[in-house]
């Protein structure tokens, strides 16, 4: 029993034989399947503990990349709004559940898998992030859309300034500033427009390189050549620039090569490399005497 304990990651070795409880000290939130079976646990610390949550580790019977928490409890009224809310942290999840947002679900942990993002588009024809507001929750935020864009899917974010975690608003301010919120999210594409307008000047070229680098990188992930198209031109129209340009992956200020231009090289270069591609076993050999340009060409 004890080694089965161990195991599943609810007893963990000590030296000289002992074993301890891995959540001793911690408020206890079981963790289910999507059919209702238990699988694993994650605790709360009730003391001063630097590890503020811990999760049992994957198992046998647990892999945490293919769950979601209190998803079991609220898939049909996802299926039944054709939404979900996808929150942080279990008690995000369990606050807005008790009030009257059924359709609530957790990610364990802030990185979303393809596993899980498949959960949701079977019950869900709208994913609605709603993610602490501090700078870890806004990074995660950006990190999902992105693991949504490779799926093809385009999240709606829920924004409310002042709100420290879904858990604290709700309690704070009740259910219905939540409602009213849900019908004013933006897009996961606008999202990231917005979130480079607030963090850099995009009046400075430099900046605004940074910035349609941010965008870039997520709307790269999208595989949907219409969708993707859709986005270049809001990108373009946006940030300022070509959409020419975008579509070729070019930022603004970049040098546009010309794949046509020759190789500018002298007589006795050109007959080296005529005498090195009839023995390329020497390469390796008189590779350091050559310059980068050279070896390129």
């Known amino acids: 029993a004890l080694e089965k304990a161990v195991e599943l990651g609810l007893l963990v070795?000590?030296?000289k034989g002992k074993t301890y409880d891995r959540f001793r000290g911690r408020i206890m939130f079981p963790i289910f399947s999507e059919t209702g079976t238990m699988l694993a646990f994650g605790g709360r610390t009730i003391f001063d503990d630097a590890a503020k949550y811990l999760n049992s580790p994957d198992s046998p019977v647990y892999k945490k990349g293919s769950h979601l928490y209190g998803f079991h409890l609220s898939k049909n009224f996802m299926k039944d709004e054709k939404a979900g809310l996808l929150v942080e942290g279990y008690l995000d999840m369990i606050s807005l559940y008790?009030?009257?947002?059924?359709q609530v679900a957790a990610s364990l942990g802030t990185a979303l898998t393809e596993k899980q993002i498949h959960l949701l588009k079977r019950f869900c024809n709208a994913i609605h992030i709603f993610y602490d507001r501090d700078a870890a929750g806004e990074a995660a935020t950006v990190r999902n859309i992105e693991k949504m864009f490779e799926q093809n899917v385009n999240p709606r974010i829920v924004v409310i300034e002042g709100a420290k975690d879904p858990d604290e608003y709700v309690r704070t301010h009740g259910a219905q500033p939540l409602r009213e919120a849900l019908l004013k999210t933006e897009d996961g594409f606008n999202f990231l427009l917005n979130k480079a307008g607030r963090e850099f000047d995009l009046s400075n070229p430099d900046q605004k390189r940074k910035g349609l680098d941010m965008v870039m990188a997520a709307t790269s992930k999208m595989s949907d050549p219409?969708?993707?198209?859709?986005?270049?031109?809001r990108m373009a129209a946006f940030f300022k620039t070509s959409a020419e340009l975008l579509k070729l992956g070019i930022q603004?200020?970049?040098?546009?090569e010309n794949p046509g231009q020759p190789l500018q090289i002298s007589l006795m270069e050109e007959k080296i490399l005529e005498a090195i591609l009839r023995a390329p076993e020497v390469i390796p050999e008189i590779k350091e005497f050559f310059s980068a340009e050279l070896l390129a060409g």
């Open 252 to 256: 603004p200020g970049q040098q546009v």
């Open 98 to 102: 008790q009030a009257g947002f059924r």
């Open 226 to 233: 219409v969708i993707r198209e859709d986005y270049i031109q």
């Open 13 to 15: 070795n000590k030296e």
